[in-house]
């Protein structure tokens, strides 16, 4: 069952950063004015921020839904969750009505208010599937498995093959 947990909290947190960073990337400008709106980074920086966001947004989900270095996209996830999560709470207690850009756009957005407990909320239980995966990185269809095969993975003969061949 925990293995179709952990496909499930993969297929849907990969999804949401596919989706999230294939909005954002035809459009780096409104990108980089959504970082700028939170107010939060150094000037300096924050040009890097936006136009970089939605490629690692993008390679993370593909890690990810693929199921591959999933214990590694799932730390990336969770901290940029972490992240998120604080950016919003702090426009939100500093008063700022924003759009989040968390699937593009971002400025100033006259209901900002009345979305931000949703959209942390949003991202709460999004951290908390990061979490599963960084706990328990491996799950049903994941690359991973193939790729970084253990003999745990493997059948009774297949164990006694390979310990013959390493015998």
């Given at each position: 069952?925990?293995?179709?947990?952990?496909?499930?909290?993969?297929?849907?947190?990969?999804?949401?950063?596919?989706?999230?960073?294939?909005?954002?990337?035809?459009?780096?400008?409104?990108?980089?004015?959504?970082?700028?709106?939170?107010?939060?980074?150094?000037?300096?920086?924050v040009?890097?921020?936006?136009?970089?966001?939605?490629?690692?947004e993008?390679?993370?989900?593909?890690?990810?839904?693929?199921g591959?270095?999933?214990?590694?996209?799932?730390?990336v996830s969770a901290?940029?969750?972490?992240?998120?999560?604080i950016?919003?709470?702090s426009?939100?207690?500093?008063?700022?009505?924003?759009?989040?850009g968390?699937?593009?756009?971002?400025?100033?957005?006259a209901?900002?208010?009345?979305?931000y407990?949703?959209?942390?909320a949003?991202d709460?239980?999004?951290l908390?599937l990061?979490?599963?995966?960084?706990?328990?990185?491996?799950?049903?269809?994941?690359?991973?498995?193939?790729?970084?095969?253990?003999?745990?993975?493997?059948?009774?003969?297949?164990?006694?093959?390979?310990?013959?061949e390493?015998?």
């Amino acid at each position: 069952m925990k293995d179709w947990i952990g496909l499930v909290a993969r297929l849907v947190t990969g999804g949401v950063w596919l989706v999230a960073g294939a909005l954002k990337l035809p459009d780096p400008a409104s990108s980089v004015r959504a970082v700028r709106a939170y107010d939060l980074l150094p000037e300096a920086v924050v040009p890097t921020v936006g136009h970089l966001l939605p490629a690692i947004e993008v390679a993370i989900g593909l890690l990810l839904v693929l199921g591959v270095l999933t214990r590694f996209a799932s730390v990336v996830s969770a901290l940029l969750f972490i992240a998120f999560i604080i950016g919003i709470a702090s426009a939100w207690a500093r008063g700022l009505q924003i759009d989040c850009g968390c699937f593009g756009g971002g400025g100033y957005d006259a209901e900002a208010e009345s979305k931000y407990p949703w959209d942390i909320a949003r991202d709460v239980g999004l951290l908390a599937l990061s979490g599963w995966l960084v706990v328990r990185p491996r799950s049903k269809w994941a690359l991973d498995r193939l790729l970084f095969r253990s003999t745990s993975d493997l059948s009774c003969d297949e164990r006694n093959v390979h310990v013959e061949e390493h015998a």
